[in-house]
């Protein structure tokens, strides 16, 4: 049924401690797309994707119709883990425990991913040692690593140097035109949001608005949904 839509949020509804950190979200997103979820700090961003992960409760329906990846924005591991790239990815892809060492067929796999994110030569690096852009490679790698229809990225550009940055969005967007995923880009940063978004949803709490980028890219829309930073503007550059 590859027609239904892949993800389809209605009336989703996010409350703690008696505030409402979502508030009556509906939004469907298609197959093969690059979206990216923009609005300021504390718009409820991260919390609407761990609705979608079901990592929490929600009011609302959520359907998810295929595999989700998911590259959290606070990575939580403990940095001081011995423990090259290729152990730390083992860890999820075999059954039995790494100090035995890594099966054969797992260490291929492990540098196919690494591969595919353009990080082959961290395998065996310490995890520890690893920059934010690499670790953040590291981390997508494990991510595609069920082939997710649906990858949620939080706040991607978090540490990646410059020089690193255009080659990431490339590996996002070879994702979504080889594997015909669909990347949600999360930020409260609209430099995220360039030419080759195909969707932008801007989110404050409830729905501000979803649109093409350059339908989207309006001083007014911006000034709605961040209000009205007009410094977060500046840093947008027009390839």
């Keep these: 049924m590859a027609t239904e839509p892949l993800l389809k949020c209605e009336h989703v509804t996010v409350s703690a401690g008696g505030r ?15 979206v990216a979820l923009i609005g300021p700090n504390g718009a409820g961003k991260t919390t609407l994707l761990r609705a ?3 990592l929490i409760k929600y009011d609302g329906r959520i359907e998810v119709n295929g595999r989700i990846g998911y590259v959290p924005q606070r990575l939580q591991y403990d940095r001081t883990l011995p ?3 290729l152990e730390f990815m083992a860890l999820t892809l075999q059954k039995r425990p790494v100090a035995f060492g890594v ?7 492990v540098q196919e991913l690494l591969e595919s994110v353009g990080a082959a030569r961290l395998a065996r690096s310490m995890i520890g040692g690893l920059s934010g852009g690499e670790l953040q490679r590291v981390m997508l790698a494990s991510a595609l690593q069920d082939q997710p229809e649906l990858l949620l990225l939080d706040e991607p550009a978090a540490g990646v140097d410059i020089e690193g940055e255009a080659t990431f969005t490339e590996l ?3 994702q979504v035109r080889e594997h015909n995923t669909t990347v949600v880009l999360v930020s409260h940063d609209l430099s995220v949001v ?3 978004t195909d969707q932008v949803v801007c989110l404050n709490r409830t729905l ?3 649109g093409s980028a350059k339908d989207l ?4 829309t911006i000034a709605e949904v961040f209000g009205g930073h007009k410094a977060v503007y500046g840093h947008h550059h027009h390839h």
Aim: aromatic letters at 0%; hydrophobic letters at 45%; a positive charge.
């Design 217 to 220: 890219l309006t001083a007014e």
């Design 103 to 109: 099966a054969g067929r797992v260490k291929a796999r």
């Design 172 to 174: 996002i967007l070879h």
């Design 52 to 54: 979608i992960l079901k």
């Design 194 to 196: 360039s030419d080759i």
């Design 20 to 34: 409402k950190l979502v508030e009556d979200v509906s939004l469907t997103l298609p197959r093969g797309q690059l």
């Design 83 to 85: 423990m090259t790239v």
């Design 208 to 210: 501000k608005c979803v």
